[in-house]
C-alpha cells in the first residue's frame, strides 16, 4: 500500500510516520498535528482525511475511485468540518447560544470558508475572532451517533483546535472519550500549551518543523506557481520554513515591509523619527495593523541576521561581511543592504527586546504610539549606555 501527499509540501518525517501508522491499520482515531502557523498542519489533515476516505487497495488517494472524486468536488458526505465563524453581532447579547444553529450568513461563510481552505490550504487562516459554537460541535456529533452503523469510514476536520469555546471543547472531550465507531478525528493547532489538558490527553500529537532550506525553495517555487506570482528569493530568509508564512508575505507586502524595515532602520539613530512614524501610523485599527506588521518583520528579519551569523563561523563574535555570508547561506545577495542594517543596530539584544514590547504594546495598549514612543525611549536609553562612547 502506498500513501501519497499531493497538498503537504516538504514534512518528509511527518508523512513517513503517517504512512507506517497508516500502513499499519492502526491510525488514531484523534490526531493532533500541531506547529507554527503555516507548516502544513491545514494541507496534511485534507491529505490524510483524503487517504483514509479513499476505497483503493494499492495507492491512497487514487483520485479515481468513488469518495476521492467526491472529494475533489468538496461533496463527500462523510467529510464533517468543524470550522470555526465569526460570530454575528446580533448574537452577542449571549456568549454562546446553545440552541440556534448557524444563520443563512454564517452558512455562506462557512461553506467560503471550507472551498477556501481546500482550494488554498496554505494560504487559509481563521480569524482569531471566529469559533466552533456549541451548536456546531452538538449537530456534528448527533450525525455521527446517526450513521453509526453504516460501516462507512468518516472523518472529522477541525482546522484550529483554539477556535473550540468551552462547550464545544467539553462535546469534543466527551466524543473522544467513546469515540463513535468508524470515526478519524483530524485536529490542527498551534499553541497547544492553553488547551485543555484532557482534550489533549485523547489525542496522538504529531508536530510540524519548520522545512529545510532545500525543502523550502522548493515549496515556495510551487507556492508562487499556485499564486501566479513571480518567486520572491528576496522574502525566503523572513518566512522561517514556513511555506504559509511565504505565501502570506508573497501576497500582500513582503517587499514593501522589506523597504519600509529598511528606512526604519536607518531612522533608529534619532528617536525623533520613530515617533513621527508612530504618530503617523496610530490612527486606526489600520495603520496599527500596519505597524504590527513591519515590528513583526522586524523581527523576523533579526532573527535571520542571527542566524546568518551563527551559520558563518569565521565571523563569529565579529561584525560579518554580509554579502559574502548571504552567498554561503544561498541567500539573495540583493539582501546585503538590508541585513546589512541590522549589522549597524548598536545593541541587538535590546532591540530584539524592544521589537517585543512594542509588537505586545501594539496589539494590547489603548493608546500604542504614546506606548510605543515611551519603549522606544527606553530601547534608546539601554542602547546609548551599553554601547563606548
Ligand atoms: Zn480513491
Redesign the pocket.
Known amino acids: 500500500m502506498h500513501f501519497n501527499f499531493p497538498r503537504t509540501l516538504g514534512q518528509e518525517d511527518a508523512k513517513k510516520r503517517l504512512s507506517a501508522a497508516l500502513a499499519s491499520g492502526r491510525f488514531p482515531h484523534a490526531l493532533l498535528v500541531h506547529g507554527e502557523p503555516g507548516l502544513g498542519q491545514l494541507a496534511l489533515l485534507l491529505d490524510l482525511a ?1 487517504i483514509l ?4 487497495t494499492a495507492t ?10 467526491a ?1 475533489d468536488a468538496s461533496a463527500l458526505e462523510t467529510l464533517h468540518h468543524l470550522i470555526p465563524i465569526v460570530k454575528n453581532d446580533r448574537n452577542s447579547g449571549s456568549d454562546d447560544d446553545e440552541e440556534a444553529g448557524p444563520e443563512s450568513g454564517q452558512i455562506d461563510e462557512l461553506n467560503e470558508s471550507i472551498s477556501l481552505w481546500h482550494r488554498h490550504p496554505y494560504g487559509y487562516h481563521v480569524s482569531e475572532k471566529a469559533m466552533v459554537r456549541t451548536s456546531q460541535a452538538r449537530e456534528l456529533l448527533g450525525r455521527l451517533r446517526f450513521a453509526e452503523n453504516e460501516g462507512r469510514v468518516r472523518v472529522v476536520v477541525l482546522p484550529w483546535l483554539e477556535s473550540l469555546n468551552d462547550n464545544s471543547a467539553t462535546i469534543l472531550l466527551k466524543t473522544l472519550e467513546e469515540p463513535p465507531a468508524n470515526v478519524y478525528f483530524l485536529i490542527a493547532s498551534d499553541h497547544r500549551s492553553g488547551l485543555m489538558q484532557t482534550l489533549l490527553s485523547r489525542c496522538l500529537h504529531l508536530g510540524l518543523s519548520p522545512l529545510s532550506a532545500s525543502d523550502f525553495r522548493v515549496a515556495a517555487e510551487t507556492l508562487s506557481q499556485r499564486a501566479q506570482k513571480p518567486f520572491a528569493a528576496r522574502l525566503l530568509p523572513f518566512a522561517e520554513g514556513s511555506p504559509g508564512l511565504y505565501v502570506e508575505l508573497l501576497e500582500n507586502d513582503g517587499e514593501e515591509l522589506l523597504e519600509e524595515a529598511l528606512r526604519f532602520l536607518s531612522a533608529t539613530s534619532d528617536w525623533r523619527v520613530f515617533a513621527d512614524y508612530a504618530a503617523e501610523t496610530s490612527p486606526g485599527a489600520e495603520g496599527m495593523e500596519r505597524t504590527t506588521r513591519l515590528l513583526l518583520f522586524l523581527l523576523r528579519m533579526v532573527r535571520a541576521y542571527q542566524l546568518l551569523k551563527a551559520t558563518t563561523p569565521a565571523n563569529a563574535g565579529t561584525r560579518i561581511d554580509t554579502a559574502e555570508a548571504l552567498e554561503q547561506a544561498g541567500w539573495d545577495d540583493s539582501l546585503a543592504a538590508y541585513l546589512g542594517a541590522i549589522d549597524a543596530v548598536a545593541d541587538l539584544q535590546a532591540f530584539a527586546a524592544f521589537l517585543e514590547s512594542a509588537h505586545r504594546a501594539v496589539r494590547e495598549y489603548s493608546k500604542p504610539s504614546i506606548a510605543l514612543v515611551g519603549l522606544f525611549l527606553e530601547y534608546e536609553g539601554k542602547a546609548n549606555r551599553s554601547v563606548p562612547a
Do not use: M, N
Open positions: 483524503q476516505s479513499c476505497e483503493d491512497k488517494p487514487c483520485g479515481t475511485c468513488f469518495p476521492c472524486r472529494f
